[in-house]
């Protein structure tokens, strides 16, 4: 875990990260190091712009046919910064806004978000594992064939 004091010191921060584990909830085992490289710059007194990308191989199960599939995540980070005493009283319309305290800026806490937002949704072998159906052999529903056995 690396706390950052984000209100004082100079900028911009840059960091070069390899981390061996990541406790992420819904995202796979990781199979090397994830790689990340990121750059803290302050905008005013209480907004950071981090910049980066984040890039490591996991294995996940394939949601169609359950394989272990290796999953290549190479995202960027573009994120605003603020300080979470500011979370309810921001009107800005950003989408992609981090809020922690900054005095106690947790690190792990911004990759492993960063990390669930770049995640794919849906794993799967291989492009068309998705799409790929079993021919099933449908048989027809006759209702009344019984009847019509019965009489002929």
């Not at 690396?2 to 995202?27: A, Q, R, T």
């Not at 046919?65 to 605003?80: A, H, M, P, Q, R």
């Amino acid at each position: 875990m690396k706390i950052l004091n984000l209100n004082e010191g100079s900028f911009p921060i840059e960091m070069d990260l390899n981390l061996n584990s990541i406790d992420v909830p819904d995202v796979g085992s990781l199979k090397d190091t994830l790689d990340i490289k990121l750059k803290i710059s302050k905008l005013s007194l209480n907004l950071l712009k981090c910049d980066g990308y984040i890039s490591a191989k996991f294995i996940d199960t394939c949601q169609n046919c359950l394989k272990d599939t290796e999953v290549l995540i190479d995202g960027s980070v573009d994120v605003t910064i603020k300080d979470i005493k500011e979370l309810h009283a921001d009107s800005s319309e950003q989408d992609q806004t981090h809020y922690q305290d900054l005095e106690y800026f947790n690190i792990d806490n911004l990759i492993e978000e960063e990390l669930a937002l770049i995640y794919p949704d849906i794993v799967k072998c291989d492009r068309k594992c998705l799409e790929k159906k079993d021919p099933l052999i449908e048989k027809k529903n006759l209702p009344f064939k019984k009847i019509r056995d019965l009489i002929d």
